[in-house]
């Protein structure tokens, strides 16, 4: 959160409050929904590996990323990557229609 905070110029305090006055949800879950996001769209739509996507995103691991994915979408990564991939299959649209969600499936 930090880092976020010194980018924008605000102190970690000033950011969290802001966020959750305009959001309603505090900046951590933002920001895990939306890593939550990133990862569920580069798993459906790149070849990319758990462990690439893990460090395009930050993630300091490839065991972290799965642990964080099967945590916060109750599949891991290869499964997710699978799962979204059958939906387009039947529903070209639905990657467009999903919204970043943390207690989303993939």
Do not use: W
């Amino acid at each position: 959160m930090a880092e976020h905070a010194a980018a924008l110029g605000v102190t970690p305090t000033h950011l969290t409050r802001a966020v959750k006055a305009a959001t309603g949800k505090s900046a951590a879950d933002l920001l895990t929904e939306r890593s939550c996001h990133a990862a569920r769209r580069l798993l459906a739509e790149t070849d990319h590996t758990a462990a690439e996507i893990a460090a395009t995103l930050g993630f300091g691991s490839a065991a972290y990323f799965t642990r964080f994915m099967q945590q916060h979408s109750g599949l891991p990564p290869a499964n997710c990557a699978e799962s979204r991939a059958e939906m387009s299959l039947s529903d070209p649209q639905h990657v467009a229609k999903t919204q970043p969600n943390s207690s989303a499936e993939c």
